[in-house]
């Protein structure tokens, strides 16, 4: 079998542009058709149409260019498009044009009404603080990082005693419990809020799809706590023991919990003060929650699969294979 491949096609009066080979002449002695193949009718190529929108808006987005295969086409004031397919199974689409970032995604002839989404780059968006939530910009030595969101609602066991087994105060552990739960539709733009949160004085640290909230026995300098960063299998640490970390009477703030769930669910540190993911608080923000800033990102973050890179370019396998695990101390 031949290669196949895809078109871009216009119409105009009836006739097919850009898709059709015509041959002039005429032969000395036409074949002669079967009747039973007289009376079907002409092969018509199948035609994948689409629609290019706003991520976050869903607005139509016109006038941008789509290119399959080397040929381009220029989506009308509605946003869509339209591709005669050949046959190829999977072909890389990109699209780019003011004012969007460029992405690049594929199509499956099995796709027939296709509706591609792309990035705005205007406000709320901004691209830069984007990767640094995202991508890691602000503490990557190696480049900036592939996107990480779970792609499931984690599962969440408190254990209720500290790594010596002594007993954790009621009380803290409500305020864990309460953090969690009011964070995760947050950070995950609604898609993901926790399945289910337990307690117990056992452990489920390393079981598939949870995640453990442990409290360390020792004092560790420096640091309120540390988590597995966009996996919904690792584990929470909150340093409880820790003088630094007290905020308004708890030995944990609620915001560290929060924090900390943020890198659970891919998100790394920002520059930018105020917001929960910054690299730096005060105890202004004891009880801080996710900022708009954050929240409308985070939009942005669970719109894409796991392994888009920078700056919007969709992996060639739906899930990216990440090597071992990665753990944010703070």
Not at 18 to 26: E, K, L, P, R
Not at 50 to 75: H, Y
Not at 145 to 165: F, N
Not at 270 to 285: D, I, K, L, N
């Amino acid at each position: 079998m031949g290669r196949r491949g895809w078109i871009l096609v216009a119409a105009l009066g009836g006739l097919l542009i850009g898709g059709t080979v015509a041959a002039c002449g005429s032969s000395p002695s036409a074949p002669t058709v079967p009747p039973s193949s007289q009376s079907r009718p002409p092969h018509r190529a199948a035609v994948l149409k689409g629609r290019i929108v706003g991520t976050v808006t869903g607005e139509p987005i016109a006038g941008a260019t789509v290119s399959v295969g080397g040929i381009s086409f220029v989506t009308d004031h509605d946003g869509t498009f339209s591709i005669a397919d050949t046959g190829t199974d999977v072909q890389e689409v990109s699209i780019s044009g003011d004012g969007i970032v460029p992405r690049v995604s594929r199509l499956s002839v099995s796709d027939r009404d296709v509706t591609i989404d792309v990035i705005q780059n205007r406000p709320p968006f901004e691209l830069a603080f984007f990767r640094e939530l995202g991508r890691n910009a602000l503490e990557s030595e190696t480049g900036l990082e592939p996107l990480r969101p779970l792609s499931a609602a984690p599962r969440i066991h408190i254990r209720t005693v500290d790594d010596a087994g002594r007993q954790m105060d009621a009380a803290l552990l409500d305020l864990v419990e309460a953090a969690l739960r009011d964070a995760a539709p947050l950070w995950s733009a609604d898609r993901h809020p926790i399945e289910v949160i337990e307690r117990g004085p056992d452990t489920r640290q390393g079981q598939s799809g949870w995640i453990t909230v442990l409290f360390p026995s020792e004092v560790v300098a420096g640091a309120c706590g540390r988590a597995t960063l966009g996996s919904t299998t690792g584990r929470i640490e909150l340093n409880y023991l820790n003088s630094g970390c007290s905020c308004s009477g708890n030995v944990i703030a609620p915001r560290t919990v929060r924090h900390e769930l943020g890198h659970v669910y891919g998100f790394w540190h920002t520059a930018v003060r105020g917001g929960v993911m910054s690299s730096s608080w005060t105890t202004r923000q004891c009880n801080g929650r996710p900022s708009t800033r954050e929240t409308e990102h985070a939009k942005y973050m669970y719109s894409r699969a796991l392994g888009n890179v920078d700056p919007d370019t969709d992996a060639a396998g739906r899930v990216l294979s990440v090597p071992g695990e990665i753990v944010i101390e703070d």
